[in-house]
Structures are given as C-alpha cells and as structure tokens.
C-alpha cells in the first residue's frame, strides 16, 4: 500500500462517524439493490413455476400427425425430450347438461407424459392398461354427469365429422346437427381416477378430456407430441420446417401450439413479455434507489473532499500528481465497498426472505386459487452480481464527482481553503424580522447558511425527496382504500349462487334453504328471484339530473307528448322470512310492505353515473321519496320463443324489439306492440330507503337500473307468463365463508338431489374481497417498506450531513467562544438552524407532493371513482419527523462541540 492510500486508510479512521455513516448508507442502498433483483427474480420464478404446474413444461406442441411423423419429430437433434399423446377420439356422454359440449374426448398418453403435462388426481390412480380411464371431475361440475372410481363406461368411440370433413380436436367447437361421430369402436373401460380439469381442455372444447394408456388402437388415430427444445428461441422456425413439409400432405388436422406463457415467464420469447415488465419495474426501482443512494453518498465523499482539502493541497505542493489524488478518492470509494458490500448482500437477502415468508402466502392466494404454490425467495447469482455491479458504479459515481473538483483545484487555493465560502454582500444580508424573532445568533446563523449555500443544499434535497417519497406512497394507498371501499359499502352477502329448476331437480327454494341451513360455515341463508322491468314514471317525478344524462344518451326513453319517461328497473323478490326480519330490523311497517294484495316497494335510488367534471357522479333517479307509475314486464308466454331476448325501445309506444339467434348463423327480428308483449303489474306505492340492502338484494348502483324490492310471495300476483321461476338466488351470511363454499361445492357435487351444474355459480364474494384487501396489504407493505428504506438513507444523509459540517465548523464555534457568545445563544442559532433546514425541505418537498399526489389522482380517474385528497395525517407525521430528524442530528453532534476547549479547537488545522 502506497503512502497515499495509507494516509487515505487514516483518515477514515479519524473520522469514524462519517466513515461509519457512510458504509451504513452503502449498506442500505446495496441491500435495496440485492432486494430488488432478488424480488424481480423471485416473481419471475414464481410465475415460470405456477405455469409449469398447470400447463407442463413443454416448449412445443405438434397436433395431428401420423405414428411416424411423431417418430420422426421426436428424433430430430433439435429436440432435447418429448412425449406422444394418441388421440384415441371421442365418445357421447349421455345425459350432458352442456349442450355445446356432448363428448368424452378419450386421450392415450405414455407413463412420462406427466413429466412434460400435469395430469393432477383429486382421488384413485393413473391408469395402467388401455381398459382403464382417468376422467375429469369437470365431468360433474359442468356436465351435470357424475362417475365414480369404480365404474364400467361402454363407449362408442369414434371421429368427429360434418360431412366428408373431419373435425380436428378439442381446439374446434361442437357445430350442432352439423356433426357426427363415424368409424366408431366400443371400448369397455373402467374408472380408476378422477383428475383435476386439465390445462388443454378450453371453455370452448366439445369434450371433456379423459386419459387411458398404452395406445389401444393404431389404425385411424392421429398423435400429438408435447417436445422441449435444446435452443427455445428457435421453436417457430423449427415447427414451420415441419408444417410446411407435412401440410402438403393434406392434412387437414395438423396445428401446432408453442407454450408462449412458460417461454415468456423464463424470458425464452422473442416477444414482448411480463419479464420485461418485471425488469422495467425493477429497474425504475433501482434508479430510484441509485438517485437516493448517490444523494447520501455522493454527500459524504464531497464532505471527505470538503474536509481533505488542506491534505490535497499539501499533498500537491511536494509533488502528488493529479492521478494519485483521484485515486486516493477512489481508493476510499474502494475500501468502504469491500466492507459494505458483503454484509449489503446478505441484508438484502434476508430482508427480502423474511418479507416474503410472511407475504409470499398472501400474494400466490390473490395470484391463484388453484396452486399450492408459495412465493418464495428464489437466490441467483445473476441477481446477486447486477445489485454488486450497480451498487459499486453508485459509490464510485459518487466519489468521482468530487473527486474531479478535487484534482482540478489549485494547491494554493486548496490549503486557503478559499472556494468553500463566498461572500457577495447581496447573499448574505439578513431581515430585520429574524434578528427580533431570534436575535444576534439567528442572524448568524442565517448568514453561515448563505454564505454555506453547497454544504447545506444535499441536505434540504434530501429531506425533501423523503417527503416526496412518503407522501406519494401514502397517497396512492389512500386512493386504493377510498376505490375499494366503494365497492364494499353495500355488499350483504358472503356466498352467493343460482340454479335453474332444472338444476333444483323439484325441489322447492324452501327445501333447498332447509337443508343447506344446516351445513357447516353458514349463519344465515335466504333465496331471492329478480325480475327486470320498466318504470312509466311522469318528467316531474325524475330530478333533473338524471333527466339530463337519458335525453343526451337514450333520448328514446322520453316522449315529448305524453312527457312520460322510460326508467329500467330490477325487482327483487325476496324470501319473506328473510325480508320480515330486515324489516322489523330496520324498524318499518311489516304489515305494509308484506302485503301481497297492495305491493308497496322498498326503492333503493341511489345511481353513480359518468360525471362531467369526474369520473363518476353519485346521484338519484327519483325527485321524491315515491313514485306513481305502471310497471311491465316482458312476457314469455305472449312472446314465445322472442322472449329471452326481448327489449322495450320506446317511450311513446313501449313496443318490443327482440330477435332470435340461431347459433350465430342467422338473426330474425321482430317487433311487437305494448299489448302483444307486455303485462303490467299494480304497485299500490313505494318508498325509498337509504339502509343496508336486505340479504340476496344486489347492488344496483352501477347500472343505473331502479332497485325495487318485494316479498317473494308476491310473485303469485304476477300476470301469467312473466313468473320468474327460471332461476333462483340464494345469498348466504356466513363467519367462516371458505368453509361454508366448500361445503356448498361439496354437497352440490355429491348430491343425488341436486344437479352439479350449480357448483359452478357458487362465488365466494368474501373471499374476492379479501383477496382485494390483500393486495392492497401487499402493496402497503412494499410501498412502505421501500419507503422506510430510502428513509433510512435519507436520515443517513441528514445525520451525515449535519454532524460532518458542525466538526467543520470548530474552529468557528470557537471563535464565537472565545468573544462571549453563552451556551443558550449557541442553543439560539443552532435551533434556528435546524428550522432552517425543516422548513426549507418541507417547503421543497410538500409543494412537489401535492403535484405528484394530484398527477396520481389524475391518471386514476379514469379507471377510478376517486376524488381528490390529500393525506393529511401522513402530512402531519412528515412534518414531525422531518424537524426530529434535524433536532436529533444537531443535539447529538453538538455534545461533543460544548465540551471541547476553545484554545484546542483554534490550534487544530483540521488536518
């Protein structure tokens, strides 16, 4: 080690507080960079794990191909391992409830197919022969047909055509009447496990998967390959050369799939992927970081600098070249990354560790409700070495700034020490106001302020950056909460879930509620029906508002004429048991509103429509708390088939529009007039209510429909052919919701009772909202936990900064001394200082928050009913800490100031 570096080594030695202080802030920023890089990687491994367990991890895919195309395919070189799927065909599954979906598609796969498919089992085993099937459990769920392990299917397999043309596989939709099966085979298998829906089998697949083994038959079978490639980049030139060879053939079948998810997770894609996303997000990160960082770092080198000047300017004038002097300031960048660096690692390590073992859980729950899978810290050394790199080129950035000031100054100018202060009269003249308020000292201490503009800026700018950063985080979590709770106000129910009376199988909703009553998790359970219908209210009887937004929007809904205005309404008829106990709740009139000879309505008319100065606009439809008017509503019986899709046009006439699609082919419309398609019903009055909704009432104040409500008995009042027995809600209260959908799931699967079509209506609403709460957690956590951090690095700073410039300034506090300034005059100009400091941060940062904070709101407005705010008690907590930080910083580096000599401090050279 050369004289200079040992003389620099000494150095640091002697001022160990800023030595200390600075590798703290190297250790913060290196921490966060390990932390970032660790995260980005963790999430990307996160996500290539989670496809994988759903989809398999197979590159690529070749459907339809002969035995010995697939043994040519997999023999290529290119191929690092593959699979064959058989496409054994399809069978009729009798009895389906899915009418777009009538077939069991039989698949024959080898014993390594799991290794490149997941096939997942809910109970049995795989099977070992080619007698013996794996079917789906959606089977059930969707197709209302129930197997057990154990049971002997006699199918009729065969391949699906229109015509002379074949139809492919599960990728082509089920065309109806159109198609057929042909060239079939029974085949006697028997059930021996019951799998998971699996990943190939889309919404819109005409069958339902099942697997056998052992490839039962050669002869009129097309094969599928599912193959990893040794160089993934290459996969879609790889599956031209084949398609291009073999379509020539005539195969009508053969298509091919590239798993593009796993290869985009695994940053394998040539495409735009979520890892860029990731990276970018990581990246802003770090430049955030490397901006706080280099504001801390870059101030302690330039006040090492600051504080070296004499020594650089002795060391100049005995002959020290310009090159050792930078290099003396980078060996001391050097040397406090060897000791930072290490331990920065680790920390940011186990930082990330620990705050994912506690989130981890939370944030797969609200990714997926299908995986088991946890977000785990993924190590990597690639990761690793970028946060290294990055935190090293911070540190040295840092120290070459003031390095170059350094080399560049004379060594003359340097051992005066003349370019630290300049004094021009107009800078450094104080008011006559903080001479009265704080008297001689704050005079003085406003003046070293001036005079000291460089020393003293970093730290105002580093307090303001915290302000900024705190501030923006906590506003961005207000808007999220102020968001969801929108949602959550009038939300009554737990679980909710419909069924057909088909599905109901003749029971009753009555029976229904009876027996579900008793199963686990649920406190309360009611059933509801609704019915949409539309309101002739008189213009007077509708505010202004609202009349405003339906003449520019559906100036049909109002006839001039008559003044009579068209309002959609949705009436929900509630379980009477239910809606007596929310009356007598709500203390109203039982007899009143449970008459079924003259129904009076619960109206809820409260609507949130697009505004024209915000993005939504809370208001009402009604100008009164009752209306008088004529309820219709569409008839089935009068409009027969016309009926499902059925809509009323116009005011003046309240004729219906419907039409009947047939399968998307063709549309035949028809119009009918009020008589030919409507039926009215007599309400006797109503009244409008602010209260909660009662259980199974939906929220209605998105789709600016009239919430009515009624008991449901008064559904034996409704005219002929508008009774909505077509489907009936069920809401259900329960404190343990997972519980109790599991309970719903389990008995609708396994009922001979009920159909189990219904399990797949079942919603957890509970459980999305806490999945909504979740991420919101999350993002406090990370919002404030990065926060915290770039905080720390910013009271780091501040500290820094402080204490450095007070042990600058001895000989001066001496000097001041020693003509007879007391202690409280030195306590005078010190706290004037530190106000100094405090209110010229916050008067930086709070101004910039608010901009940023109002640039928030404005590009969450559009997708967002927010409105303005300011977090006031996070303005508050800045405004605290920020005068705590500085107090503290100043108390703690004047201890040492107060006990020194006055005759020492003016003998020493500050060398």
């Known amino acids: 080690m050369n004289i200079i570096n040992r003389f620099t080594m000494q150095t640091l030695k002697q001022n160990k507080i800023r030595t200390l202080v600075t590798i703290i802030g190297i250790i913060l920023s290196t921490a966060m960079f390990t932390g970032v890089t660790s995260l980005v990687y963790s999430f990307q491994q996160y996500l290539v794990d989670l496809e994988t367990e759903t989809a398999g991890v197979w590159e690529g895919r070749m459907n339809g191909i002969t035995k010995e195309q697939a043994e040519i395919l997999c023999a290529d070189k290119e191929i690092a391992g593959s699979t064959i799927m058989q496409n054994v065909g399809y069978a009729k599954l009798k009895e389906s409830l899915n009418k777009d979906k009538p077939y069991l ?73 159109t198609e057929e099966l042909s060239d079939t085979t029974q085949i006697t298998y028997k059930v021996v496990g019951i799998c998971e829906r699996t990943y190939m089998e889309g919404f819109s697949a005409p069958g339902y998967t099942v697997f056998t083994t052992g490839m039962p038959q050669e002869e009129n079978v097309s094969y599928d390959v599912f193959f990893q490639m040794k160089d993934p980049l290459k996969i879609n030139s790889f599956l031209k050369k084949y398609t291009d060879k073999w379509s020539k053939t005539g195969q009508e079948e053969l298509t091919t799939d590239v798993h593009n998810d796993l290869l985009r997770f695994q ?28 504001s801390l770092i870059y101030n302690a080198f330039s006040i090492s600098v600051g504080e070296r000047t004499k020594q650089f300017g002795l060391l100049k004038s005995i002959g020290a070249t310009k090159k050792q002097i930078r290099k003396s300031v980078l060996f001391e960048a050097g040397t406090l990354c060897v000791i930072g660096i290490p331990v920065d690692v680790l920390g940011g390590l186990l930082g990330i560790g620990i705050t994912l073992h506690f989130v981890g859980k939370l944030l797969a729950d609200m990714l997926t409700e299908r995986s088991s899978l946890q977000l785990e810290l993924s190590v990597s050394w690639t990761a690793i070495a970028i946060a290294v790199v990055v935190a090293v080129i911070t540190v040295f950035v840092s120290a070459l700034i003031p390095a170059r000031r350094a080399v560049k100054m004379p060594a003359m100018q340097a051992l005066r020490q003349s370019n630290e202060i300049k004094i021009r009269k107009k800078n450094v003249r104080s008011s006559k106001l903080i001479y009265r308020l704080f008297g001689f000292e704050g005079m003085l201490a406003n003046k070293n302020f001036k005079r000291n503009r460089r020393k003293h800026r970093m730290t105002v700018i580093s307090l303001a950056v915290s302000v900024v950063l705190f501030l923006s985080a906590s506003c961005f979590s207000n808007y ?64 202004e ?168 008995s008064a559904t034996e009042k409704l005219p002929e052919g508008v009774r909505s027995d077509k489907l009936t809600d069920f809401a259900v209260k329960a404190s ?44 406090n956590i990370f919002s404030y936990g990065f926060i915290t951090l770039i905080t720390l690095i910013v009271v780091a700073n501040v500290f820094n900064t402080i204490s450095t410039n007070v042990q600058l300034r001895r ?101």
């Open 480 to 543: 999220m909460t102020k968001s969801i709770a929108l949602f959550e106000d009038d939300e009554v129910s737990d679980i909710t879930f419909n069924a057909t009376a088909e599905e109901l199988n003749g029971n009753t909703p009555d029976a229904t509620k009876k027996v579900l009553a008793k199963k686990k998790g649920i406190d309360t359970i009611g059933y509801s029906t609704r019915l949409n219908g539309v309101l002739l209210l008189d213009k007077n009887q509708v505010s």
């Open 105 to 177: 598609c039989v698949e024959s796969i080898q014993k390594d197919f799991v290794k490149f498919s997941p096939v997942t089992l809910v109970t049995g085993r795989m099977p070992k022969n080619s007698n013996e099937l794996v079917i789906s459990e959606h089977i059930a769920d969707n197709g209302g047909v129930s197997y057990q392990v154990g049971d002997v299917l006699n199918l009729e397999v065969g391949k699906r055509m229109a015509g002379e043309a074949a139809l492919g596989g599960q990728s082509v939709e089920y065309s109806g009447d």
């Open 811 to 911: 000989k001066e506090f001496a000097m001041l001394k020693s003509v007879g300034m007391t202690k409280k005059g030195f306590n005078r100009m010190m706290n004037y200082e530190c106000l100094l400091y405090g209110v010229k941060g916050l008067l930086l940062g709070l101004p910039v928050s608010l901009v940023v904070c109002f640039l928030m709101y404005k590009s969450l407005q559009d997708a967002w009913n927010v409105s303005f705010l300011v977090p006031w008690m996070s303005v508050l907590i800045v405004i605290v800490s920020v005068f705590v930080i500085v107090f503290a910083s100043m108390l703690y580096s004047m201890q040492k100031i107060k006990k020194e000599n006055p005759i020492e401090a003016l003998r020493d050279d500050n060398l």
């Open 545 to 712: 508002s609202y009349f405003k937004k339906l003449k520019e929007n559906m100036p049909e809904c109002y006839d001039k004429a008559t003044g009579n205005v068209m309002i959609d309404t949705c009436v929900t008829f509630v379980e009477d048991d239910i809606y007596k106990n929310y009356l007598e709740k709500e203390h109203l009139d039982t007899a009143r509103f449970l008459n079924t000879d003259k129904l009076c309505p619960l109206v809820w008319d409260t609507v949130i429509m697009p505004g024209e100065t915000a993005n939504f606009e809370t208001g009402k439809i009604l100008t009164d708390d009752h209306f008088d008017g004529e309820l219709y509503f569409i008839n089935d019986k009068k409009l027969g088939e016309y009926a499902e899709n059925g809509m009323v046009t116009d005011a003046a006439t309240m004729q219906v529009d419907s039409f009947i699609d047939d399968e998307g082919d063709t549309t035949e419309t028809k119009t009918f007039s009020r008589e030919e398609g409507l039926s009215e019903l007599k309400l006797a009055g109503s009244q409008t209510y602010k209260g909660e909704l009662p259980l199974g009432v939906s929220d209605m104040r998105y789709t600016t429909l009239l919430n009515l409500v009624l008991p449901y």
């Open 736 to 779: 343990d919701h997972n519980t109790a959908a599991d309970e719903l799931t389990e008995f609708f699967q396994h009922s001979s009772q009920y159909k189990a079509t219904i399990t797949s209506s079942i919603f957890d609403i509970r459980a999305s909202m806490d999945a909504t709460h979740t991420a919101i957690l999350i993002t």
């Open 267 to 294: 940053g394998k894609s040539s495409e735009a992927s979520y890892v860029s996303v990731l990276r970018g997000m990581g990246s802003i990160l770090i430049l955030i970081i490397m901006i706080a960082s280099v």
